[in-house]
């Protein structure tokens, strides 16, 4: 009760405000006291609104009241300060749902400052003072404020516990380690923690380096990131230049051609219509000359007929029928076959350098590992559509599905001459690149041979150096109908797994890892390469006679 009346008159004198004791105190007409600061303070600030209220009951005034000093509340105060009292405390200052509450408060606890590893109690400012103050506390371990200071205590002998049993990896208190725990490898708690802590700090030290090390390979990244945009707007403003460029000599060109055109259809047109003008007249004559032939021929007078008929009967030679050359209907059209062969070569060249262009835009090599695919989802997500290049395809070798398919046939194809041609082995190669990482499956209905080619491997002729596999530029799975066989630099490795008509290839061209997969309901793994790859990778497929090889749309 006493603490009670101790805590009533606190809150008495203390202003609602500052929540400190009162400091020249007045009155407000509703009988409310206040600091005289903090009042007029908070009247100054709803002058605004042109409307003074009490804190406590809300009760306006209008207009604003003249405060006077309340003598005897002031004295008062003055008299309770030299007993000691002080203000209440604030709000902030006592113990919430999240805090740790003093042990030693009652009624409304105050927010712990410490709590005591020996005394395991948790004390406000003022119950901590005898720590301070009184000799036999200065050996006690004071510690941030905690809620778990009993789990300190030994639930069954209700002893503090101060030893670490290191053969069950717990703590204990010196009862546990003269009865169940008796024999075990113990320690004091402090010593486990010295030594633990020696770790705790060997484990930070390696955090920190990891993350040091880390943040390091984020300002590389940062670093490629700023390249990859730097180096892409270049390009992209460099090809748009370019292309603009190639598009105003284009049109220039198209310009000339119409003009050229033009110019020599208004060249002919005048030259057949002169000779037309020519003929029409030729036809007027002739015309009035029959007109008098025909008179001459009912003249009855026999002497005016033979007269007259020497000089009608006459007929002068036309003198333009052998300078009219009728061409075959044509006229203009070698020019149309002039500038569709000028597309057709603009549309191969734009083609193949294609290959040149789109791998500036290749997958961007980051430094942290990259995991290999593991299931055939995992390497769809590396999936290419890849078509075969007509230019590279052996004359035996028919394409089709929209030169995706090769099939080995008797006759020769009417392929045009092109140096990229395979000459002699029935082989043909991808009109694509292979850049960073990618995967793509073949179907081979019989034996054929599926590869990852250098783009200057030899074309002509039938030595080594043209056969995928058998040369250094080249790596092959040649496939057969019970049995798998690798081939790179003419030498062979024989390879098993579960046969199957479709083969998975996996390319990460950055790491030089090559692999071949038989693919089924399931895909296995045949075969690995670990190599460095220097040059442009192109797919080859060779197939034998009769025999047909597709690439297979991803799905």
Known sequence: MAQRAVQLDRETFSCSICLDLLKD?????????????????????ENVKGIHSCPQCRKSFTPRPHLLKNTMLAALVEELKKTGLQAAPADHCYAGPEDVACDVCTGRKLRALKSCLVCLVSFCEKHLQPHFEIPAYEKHKLVEPSKKLQENICSRHNEVMKIFCRTDQQCICYLCSMEEHKGHDTVSAAAERTERQRELEGSR?????????????????????????????????????????????????RSDVKQQVRSQQETEVSRVKELQEKLE??????????????????????NQFLHNYPSLSALSESTHSSSINIRPLKYFE??????????????????????????????????????????????????????????????????SEGNRKATSVSEHQSYSHHPDRFTDYCQVLSRESLTGRCYWEVECRGR????????????????????????DKSWMLDCHKNSYYFYHNSVQTPVSGPVSSRVGVYLDQSAGILSFYSVSETITLLHRV?????????????????????FCRPR
């Open 281 to 302: 007249q030729e036809i007027t004559e002739l015309k009035r000359k029959d007109a008098e032939l025909k008179k001459l021929s009912h003249t009855e007078d026999h």
């Open 334 to 399: 070698d020019v149309t076959a002039a500038v569709s062969e000028v597309r057709d070569i603009l549309q191969d060249v734009l083609r193949q350098k294609q290959t040149n262009v789109s791998p500036t835009v290749t997958e961007v090599d980051v430094l942290l590992p990259q995991p290999e695919p593991k299931t055939r989802a995992d390497f769809l997500r590396y999936s290419r559509e890849i078509t075969l290049d007509p230019n590279t395809a052996n004359t035996e070798l028919l394409l």
């Open 448 to 471: 054929g041979g599926v590869a990852v080619v250098y783009k200057n491997i030899s074309r002509a002729g039938d030595s080594h150096e043209c056969a995928f596999g058998f040369n």
């Open 25 to 45: 105190p007045v009155t407000t007409p509703c009988g409310h006291s206040y600091c005289k600061k903090c009042i007029k303070d908070h009247w100054d600030t």
């Open 205 to 253: 030290q390696n955090i920190q380096q990891r993350i040091q090390d880390r943040e390091e390979d984020v300002k590389v990244l940062q670093q490629e990131v700023e390249a990859i945009n730097g180096s892409a707007d270049k390009a992209v403003e460099h090809s748009v230049k370019i292309f603009t460029e190639l598009i105003r000599l284009m049109e220039k060109r």
């Open 530 to 550: 670990q190599t460095t790859f220097t040059q442009p990778l192109y797919a080859g497929l060779g197939v034998d006679p009769g025999v047909t090889a597709e």
